[in-house]
C-alpha cells in the first residue's frame, strides 16, 4: 500500500503550466503503482479540470495530490471557481 502523503502545486502565471502538471501527475500516479491505462483515465480528468478551470483567463491555481485511507483523491481549484475533486481507491 502506498504511503499516505500530500502534495501540492501553487501557480499564479500568466503562461500556462499544464503541460508540467500533466507529466507531474504522471509521476505521481506511476510512483502510487497505478497502471498505464489508470493513470491515463485521471490524467484525462484533471486535463479537462485544468481547461475548464482556466477558462475567463483564471491564473491563480492549486492542484493537491493526496493518499490517504487507501484513497487517492486529486483537487483542482482556480480562484473564483468552484473546486474540482476527483476520488480512486489506491492499486
Known amino acids: 500500500m502506498a504511503p499516505e502523503f500530500l502534495f501540492t502545486v501553487s ?4 503562461t ?3 503541460p508540467m502538471l500533466l507529466e507531474l501527475a504522471v509521476g505521481v ?14 490524467v484525462e480528468s484533471l ?3 485544468l481547461t475548464a ?15 490517504a485511507a487507501g484513497e487517492l483523491q486529486v ?3 482556480y480562484a473564483g471557481a468552484n473546486e474540482w475533486q476527483l476520488a480512486r481507491d489506491l492499486p
Open 53 to 67: 478551470g482556466a477558462v475567463g483567463g483564471r491564473r491563480e491555481c492549486l492542484v493537491r495530490f493526496q493518499v
Open 16 to 18: 500556462t503550466l499544464e
Open 75 to 77: 483537487a483542482v481549484c
Open 29 to 42: 500516479l506511476g510512483s502510487i503503482g497505478y497502471r498505464t491505462d489508470r493513470t491515463s483515465e485521471i
Open 11 to 14: 501557480f499564479d502565471s500568466e
Open 47 to 49: 486535463h479537462r479540470a
